[in-house]
Structures are given as structure tokens and as C-alpha cells.
């Protein structure tokens, strides 16, 4: 075993520049697929961390359609009905205000900039996990007076960059109290004014027919509570009634981002291929260029056994260094694009040693014919060239 | 024509013999290489076999290395019949019992000669590690004068260096017989001499060695000559020791 190692690498050492090449071409096709697999790791663990942060255990109740296509309401008590669930820890309803936020009231009323306003009851920040970049959200005093706090988006749109600015809301001005982080579970108030629901009642005559209602249950009855919500937010009409789960959006999203990983993955086994095939070039020509050394070796006594193994094993040789390469740069590229990307670093042990087993595969496969080759040869015929 | 041994080694069985060996290449029409040649080679023995180009000689090479299979006849190697062996057991006989020294030296470049002696061991006695290999490798390269060329490459050597590292490569297992395809082929005819000094040399020392030549100035200098021609033994002929 030793000395078949010792001779595989005495070959290829004859042939650096080519070994190298060749060994090469194993490698990139390893490190993509290395690569792609621990980016796509590393993504998902990102989500799941960020997941984490954000709790699964959000759930939304929206007005859907009547059986007629009419747009549905939800009855005023929902939000009461829906707290007293029993597993249900927060929730915060908001309302549609029919409104405009604008900059200053020289901007014409139709130039809305996609901003919706919204009533929001206090608890919406700590029901959504919300952070607010500056200022503070909406308290028991501030919801009665004619304050605002703009979601991310809706902050830049409007060129709000800090708090105690006033912006035109609704035919009066409104000061800015707050302005939020993204929010990643619920990316409609990133894009929302939000005010206190006793200030639209006061100020601008809302009705206030629930929109979005916000809740939290306990994270191991989501099933449960999110199966009764329909029929308790509207008994009379649950089917009018939307709920859905904001982190399955998130999750499906960057799912769908991931579907390139089977494709990419494809691409790295496609490259691992035609490394293979350069694999096989290197040892075919190696057999032609090495019919002395064929012969010599019969002729002190090497069985064709002897010969086969030589060769498989320099082709094992091969693939291996290019696969341990190739492994190697591929977690590198990991890391630097998880890095980039201010990840955690996943890259998953069974595909690497995956990657590893896959390059032997293409190793043996691609050094199997050229060895049988080697070993047909007759010696007479090989001494004789 | 007598089969007489001139070494007295009549009594000894023949390291090497062959009964009624045919060669016959297919083709058309086919090309008959050798026509039943009987040939014993007895331990101690120094021979040349000469002929010219196209007389069977290579044919004759192979078959007594047991690199090719005679068509008819039997080739005994250490009175084992070796007609009928598979590959692996012709393999290991070979391995154990031929060395041989080719015209075009057959070193691997990448390899020392320490290495390319030591490679002579690799299929010969497989339980050998690479140390000790190596130790016997030295010890046959002094033999052959070259004890101070080990960490040489076959680059580095000139073609009667090279041809003492195959020599040197052709006994480190001890072989009982050594097969030279004109050693002295590809060499000037001073550094030819100095390896046909070695061989009779050698010789001496008790290894049994066919040299097959088509310079008769080489085959002079040997004690039994025989001559092939058309795939025939012409003459066999005991000349005694010369030097």
C-alpha cells in the first residue's frame, strides 16, 4: 500500500505541470458544488437564525373578500374575540385611515408616494418585535394628539430623517415621533404612517373597522390558535376572514431564492465532469508515453494486477488532491461570501464529505479504462516502442 | 554439435530450458521467428547468442524472458514449465528468477539511481520496505563501480553510468539468470568495453548471464557462442574462457 503510494506520486511527480492541471479541473468542479452547497447552508441558517429573532409564532387576521368578490370588514370586536384565545400572548390591531401623508401641503394629494396611514394600537411595536431606528413608538399619551411614526420606507420616501419633523397628514400637520426599523415580518409598515387609533377617531372621522390585526401565540400552539382565528375574529362569516403566517412568506421567499442552488449545483457537477474527463485525458496520454516504464515493469516481474494498480491509483491520487483542493476553496468561498454578507458560516459536513467521495468516484471511473489499458499491454510490445 | 557444459556443470539442472520452441507471428503469410530451437542454459554459464538483424534474436529474448509464450514447445525456467502458468505466476517466476539489461538502459528518469535499482526489489520479494531496498540497491551499485552516483538521476549520468545502474538494477535480487539485449548497443566502444569488463566480471562472481548481440567482437570475449539465423540455432559453440 505504501509502496503503490509511493510509485502513484513518483508518477505524477514526473508530470507536475500536468498533474497540476489536471488535479486542477477536479478542483473547480469540487469547489463550485462546495461552495454552492455551504452558501445555501449558510443562507438557511442565516433565515433560521433570523427566524429566531423574529419568532414564527406571528400570526395575521385580515378582512378577506365576500363570497361576491366585495371587499369584506371584520367586526369591531374581532380584535377583543381573538385576544381572549387562550394561547394568544399580544395582539395589536391597525386599521386602514383613507388618508395622505405628505411632505408639505404644497405636494399634490395625489402624489401619495405609496404611503398607506394607518391606526395602530400601542402594543403593535413590541407585538411585532419592532425596533425604532429613532425616537419612540406610539404610548397612551401620544395616540391622542396628532403624532405620526413612519415606517422605514415611508421615512425616506417622505425625506424624514429624524424625529421632530412635521409631515402633512390628512389636511393637517402631524409631528414625527418615531421612525421604525425595517420590519422584516411585516414589510406593509415599513410603508405605513402609523397614528394612534384615538387621534384618526378624533381628527380625520376613521370608522374603526379592524384591517391587519397583529397576535403572538404561544409558539407551540400556532397550529391550533391559527385554526380557530377565522371563525372567532368573524363567527358569522369566517370564510371572509385571511390569516396567514409572515414568517412562511419570509421562509418561502428565500426558498425561492434557493432554487438556483439546484441549478448552480448542477452547473459545479457539469465542471466536475469535464474534470473528470480531463482526468482521463492526462492518464490515457500518460499510458501512451509510458509504454517503456509498462514494459520495464512487467519485465522485473509486475503482474498486470501490478500495473492496473498503479495507474488507478495515481488517477485516484489525481482526484483526491484536486477534491481536498477544491474542498478547501470551496469553504473559503463560503466563508468570504458569508462574510460578505454579514452570515454565520455553515458549510455542511456530509456534502463535503460528499465532494470528497464524488471526486474519488470521478478519479476511479476516469482512471479505470487507461489502467485496464496499461495492463493489456503485452510487454514485448511495450519494450519494443 | 554438443550440449557439453564448459563450466563442468553437467551434473547442475539447466537454469533455463528450452524444448522444441516455436514462434510463429500470424500474418501472411506468417512470419515464422523461430523454428523449434533446444536450448539449456546451465548455472555458472557466460553466453552469447549472436545473430544478424531479423535472425529471431528479440523473439528468442522474449521467450527466454518469459515476456512472450512460444507458439509450440516448452520453456523451462529453473526446471518449472512455464507454458501453462497464468500471467500472475509467469509474473512472479519472472520476477524471481531474470534479470534483464536492455540496449535503451529502460531508467525511469524521475527515479535516483538508488531508486531505479531499488525498484528491481519492488515486485521481486514484496514484503521488503523501502529502507531496506534501498540498502541492498546501494550495496549493488557499488558492485557495479558505482557507489558514489546514488542520489543521481538518470540525466545526470552518462550511457555507461546508465547501463551500470540497469545492471546493478538486473542483479539486486539475485536473479538466477541475467538476460542483456546488447548491452552495448547505444555505447562508444570504450565505455562498451568497460561494460562487457563488468559482465565477465560479474560473471566471475558466479552469475549466470546471455548476452544477445549481433557484434561479434562482443560475442568473442564469451565462453559459449551461439548463433541463430532464420529462426534457427546455426552452431553452438564452447570456446573456452576469453578475455
Known amino acids: 500500500m505504501g509502496d503503490l503510494l509511493a510509485l502513484a506520486v513518483g508518477g505524477l511527480r514526473s508530470r507536475r505541470l500536468r498533474s497540476v492541471l489536471s488535479a486542477a479541473g477536479i478542483a473547480l468542479g469540487i469547489a463550485a458544488m462546495v461552495a454552492v452547497l455551504g452558501i445555501s447552508a449558510s443562507s438557511r441558517t442565516d433565515l433560521l437564525a433570523q427566524l429566531d429573532a423574529l419568532g414564527t409564532n406571528l400570526l395575521t387576521v385580515e378582512p378577506g373578500q365576500t363570497l361576491f368578490g366585495a371587499n369584506?370588514?371584520?367586526?369591531?370586536?374581532?380584535?377583543?374575540?381573538?385576544?381572549?384565545?387562550?394561547?394568544?400572548?399580544?395582539?395589536?390591531?391597525?386599521?386602514?385611515?383613507?388618508?395622505?401623508?405628505?411632505?408639505?401641503?404644497?405636494?399634490?394629494?395625489?402624489?401619495?408616494?405609496?404611503?398607506a396611514v394607518r391606526a395602530a394600537e400601542p402594543q403593535l411595536a413590541s407585538t411585532l418585535r419592532a425596533t425604532l431606528s429613532s425616537g419612540r413608538f406610539l404610548d397612551g399619551a401620544t395616540d391622542r394628539y396628532p403624532t405620526v411614526v413612519l415606517g422605514s420606507v415611508a421615512a425616506g420616501r417622505l425625506g424624514i430623517d429624524g424625529v421632530g419633523g412635521r409631515v402633512w397628514l390628512g389636511e393637517r400637520w402631524f409631528t414625527v415621533i418615531g421612525i421604525l426599523d425595517p420590519v422584516p415580518l411585516a414589510p406593509e409598515i415599513d410603508r405605513s404612517a402609523l397614528i394612534g387609533f384615538p387621534v384618526a377617531e378624533a381628527l380625520l372621522g376613521t370608522d374603526s373597522a379592524p384591517g391587519t390585526i397583529y397576535l403572538r401565540t404561544d409558539p407551540s400552539q400556532v397550529d391550533a390558535v391559527r385554526a380557530v382565528l377565522a371563525p372567532t375574529a368573524d363567527p358569522q362569516h369566517p370564510e371572509e376572514v385571511r390569516v396567514s403566517r409572515p414568517s412562511d412568506a419570509l421562509a418561502a421567499r428565500r426558498a425561492a431564492g434557493t432554487a438556483f442552488t439546484g441549478l448552480l449545483l448542477g452547473l459545479g457537477a457539469v465542471a466536475l465532469v469535464v474534470g473528470g474527463v480531463g482526468v482521463a485525458n492526462v492518464m490515457v496520454v500518460s499510458v501512451l508515453e509510458r509504454k517503456p516504464e509498462i514494459g520495464l515493469r512487467r519485465?522485473?516481474?509486475?503482474?498486470?494486477?501490478?500495473?492496473?494498480?498503479?495507474?488507478?491509483?495515481?488517477?485516484?491520487?489525481?482526484?483526491?488532491?484536486?477534491?481536498?483542493?477544491?474542498?478547501?476553496?470551496?469553504?473559503?468561498?463560503?466563508?468570504?461570501?458569508?462574510?460578505?454578507?454579514?452570515?454565520?458560516?455553515?458549510?455542511?459536513?456530509?456534502?463535503?464529505?460528499?465532494?470528497?467521495?464524488?471526486?474519488?468516484?470521478?478519479?476511479?471511473?476516469?482512471?479505470?479504462?487507461?489502467?485496464?489499458?496499461?495492463?493489456?499491454?503485452?510487454?514485448?510490445?511495450?519494450?519494443?516502442? | 554439435m554438443s550440449t557439453t557444459n564448459s563450466m563442468g556443470a553437467m551434473t547442475a539442472p539447466p537454469v533455463l530450458e528450452l524444448l522444441g520452441v516455436t514462434k510463429e507471428y500470424p500474418g501472411s503469410p506468417p512470419v515464422l521467428a523461430l523454428d523449434s530451437v533446444d536450448l539449456a542454459i546451465h548455472p555458472g554459464e557466460l553466453l552469447a547468442i549472436v545473430g544478424p538483424s531479423g535472425s529471431g534474436k528479440s523473439t528468442l529474448l522474449h521467450v527466454m524472458g518469459t515476456l512472450d509464450r512460444p507458439t509450440a514447445g516448452t520453456v523451462r525456467l529453473e526446471g518449472r514449465d512455464v507454458t501453462d502458468c497464468s500471467d500472475a505466476e509467469v509474473s512472479r517466476l519472472r520476477a524471481a528468477s531474470i534479470g534483464f539489461v536492455f540496449q535503451r538502459f529502460f531508467l525511469l528518469e524521475g527515479l535516483t539511481a538508488l531508486d531505479n535499482v531499488a525498484a528491481g526489489l519492488?515486485?521481486?520479494?514484496?514484503?521488503?520496505?523501502?529502507?531496506?531496498?534501498?540498502?541492498?540497491?546501494?550495496?549493488?551499485?557499488?558492485?557495479?563501480?558505482?557507489?558514489?552516483?546514488?542520489?543521481?538521476?538518470?540525466?545526470?549520468?552518462?550511457?555507461?553510468?546508465?547501463?551500470?545502474?540497469?545492471?546493478?538494477?538486473?542483479?539486486?535480487?539475485?536473479?538466477?539468470?541475467?538476460?542483456?539485449?546488447?548491452?552495448?548497443?547505444?555505447?562508444d566502444s570504450a565505455a562498451g568495453a568497460r561494460i562487457l569488463d563488468l559482465l565477465l566480471e560479474l560473471h566471475a562472481g558466479g552469475a549466470t548471464i546471455a548476452v544477445i548481440t549481433h557484434d561479434n567482437e562482443v560475442a568473442d570475449r564469451l565462453g559459449r557462442r551461439l548463433s541463430i539465423r532464420d529462426g534457427r540455432i546455426e552452431a553452438d559453440r564452447f570456446s573456452g574462457r576469453a578475455a
Open chain 1, 72 to 115: 369584506a370588514t371584520l367586526p369591531d370586536q374581532a380584535p377583543g374575540m381573538i385576544s381572549r384565545i387562550g394561547p394568544v400572548q399580544a395582539t395589536a390591531a391597525t386599521a386602514p385611515v383613507s388618508a395622505t401623508v405628505r411632505r408639505t401641503d404644497h405636494i399634490p394629494e395625489e402624489e401619495s408616494g405609496g404611503i
Open chain 1, 299 to 385: 519485465a522485473l516481474g509486475a503482474t498486470r494486477g501490478d500495473v492496473r494498480r498503479q495507474f488507478l491509483a495515481e488517477s485516484l491520487l489525481l482526484s483526491g488532491a484536486g477534491g481536498i483542493g477544491g474542498v478547501a476553496v470551496g469553504a473559503a468561498i463560503t466563508a468570504a461570501y458569508a462574510a460578505g454578507r454579514s452570515w454565520g458560516v455553515a458549510v455542511p459536513v456530509p456534502a463535503l464529505a460528499g465532494a470528497m467521495a464524488a471526486a474519488l468516484l470521478i478519479g476511479a471511473v476516469a482512471g479505470l479504462y487507461p489502467a485496464l489499458r496499461a495492463a493489456r499491454l503485452a510487454p514485448t510490445d511495450a519494450l519494443r516502442t
Open chain 2, 122 to 187: 519492488l515486485y521481486r520479494e514484496r514484503g521488503l520496505t523501502p529502507a531496506e531496498r534501498r540498502e541492498r540497491a546501494a550495496a549493488a551499485l557499488e558492485m557495479v563501480g558505482l557507489g558514489h552516483r546514488l542520489r543521481h538521476r538518470p540525466g545526470e549520468l552518462s550511457g555507461g553510468e546508465c547501463q551500470r545502474v540497469a545492471i546493478a538494477r538486473a542483479l539486486v535480487g539475485r536473479p538466477a539468470l541475467v538476460l542483456a539485449d546488447e548491452p552495448t548497443g547505444n555505447l
